[in-house]
T-cell receptor, first 114, second 116 residues
């Protein structure tokens, strides 16, 4: 069964450093999403991406964040200058078109900013 | 604005008990989707069910069942004869079609502990 994959599973970084989180969505899906979950809290939407551009973003997704689909398979989230409060689990999700409205999530990347 | 409320923060039951997880949502859209996801201790988000706003039929899948009632804006989830493996955090979520806001709005989750 096709699944969303994410790398790395864990990342530790120093405050102010740049990080890139990578995702490989399900191959025939065209809509891609990033969410985050601060420890013990609910899952929050960051950004959605379709047809090589951002289709929707939340107030969390400020100028320090960016997304990119550098090739036909990867979907990345970059945090330019990490802050302590960026420590969270970051989930990538993808969904198909038409009536296939279900978003399938990757296993997540746990980011720790020191 | 859209909102999903899961008022039960934590529920503890003994194995084989039935348990119902509540979900109440708010939306102005006529067309929307409701979801349940399971987050086991390992942390991933596992899709359980999707229901669209025009389909109020209840659904049963093994020990799981879902009760969707538009009149009360609720989409409750029942586990029959709970098992230890059901221990997880369960999230209810909403996506809106009319406004095009397909991003999921999650509730705060209900942590279910099933004791042996």
């Amino acid at each position: 069964e096709p699944e969303v994959t994410q790398t790395p599973s864990h990342q530790v970084t120093q405050m102010g450093q740049e990080v890139i989180l990578r995702c490989v969505p399900i191959s025939n899906h065209l809509y891609f999403y990033w969410y985050r979950q601060i420890l013990g809290q609910k899952v929050e939407f960051l950004v959605s991406f379709y047809n090589n551009e951002i289709s929707e973003k939340s107030e969390i997704f400020d100028d320090q964040f960016s997304v990119e689909r550098p090739d036909g398979s990867n979907f990345t989230l970059k945090i330019r200058s990490t802050k302590l409060e960026d420590s969270a689990m970051y989930f990538c999700a993808s969904r198909g078109t038409g009536t296939k409205e279900t978003q399938y999530f990757g296993p997540g990347t746990r980011l720790l900013v020191l | 604005a859209q909102k999903v409320t899961q008022a039960q923060t934590e529920i503890s039951v003994v194995e084989k008990e039935d348990v119902t997880l509540d979900c109440v949502y708010e939306t102005r859209d006529t067309t929307y989707y409701l979801f349940w996801y399971k987050q086991p201790p390992s942390g991933e988000l596992v899709f359980l069910i999707r229901r669209n706003s025009f389909d109020e039929q209840n659904e049963i899948s093994g020990r799981y069942s879902w009760n969707f009632q538009k009149s009360t804006s609720s989409f409750n989830f029942t586990i029959t004869a709970s098992q230890v493996v059901d221990s997880a955090v369960y999230f209810c979520a909403l996506s809106e079609v009319d406004t095009g806001r397909r991003a999921l709005t999650f509730g705060s989750g209900t942590r279910l502990q099933v004791q042996p």
